[in-house]
């Protein structure tokens, strides 16, 4: 386990963005896969988004055109963009890495393989 901090959750109308942030040790930001899950209310965990050593970004479908993943290596910061929030988005979102394995590649489907998890933030869209 790494620690890993979320931020950047709260309430929203539907329609609008917000912008989480995962703080991280910078040799896991700079070297291993990261990645973003959620857990909406009476469903189970889902892959949101995933991004490897090089950049390369992989998303889950509902995520495809409205969420953007990227890292700032200089801030030591995992970022989650989410436009055109709906409500049937609202959840808790979580931050992951993937420690295992030494290339920094991401498994397919985005998120499987994380071994290390925040302790979430709660984002709410209201209709």
């Known amino acids: 386990q790494v620690p890993l901090v979320e931020s950047g959750g709260g309430s929203v109308q539907d329609g609008g963005s917000l912008r989480l942030s995962c703080k991280a040790p910078g040799d896991i930001i700079n070297n291993k896969c990261m990645g973003w899950f959620r857990q909406r209310p009476g469903k189970q965990r889902e892959g949101v988004a995933a991004i490897d050593r090089d950049g390369d970004a992989t998303y889950a479908a509902f995520a495809m055109g409205r969420f953007t993943v990227s890292k700032d290596s200089a801030e030591n910061t995992l970022h989650l963009q989410m436009d055109s929030l709906r409500p049937d988005d609202t959840g808790t979102y979580y931050c992951?890495?993937?420690?295992?394995?030494?290339?920094?590649?991401?498994?397919?489907?985005?998120?499987?393989?994380?071994?290390?998890w925040g302790k979430g933030t709660l984002v709410t869209i209201s209709s």
């Open positions: 992951a890495a993937r420690l295992a394995g030494s290339l920094g590649l991401c498994p397919s489907p985005p998120g499987h393989g994380m071994d290390s």
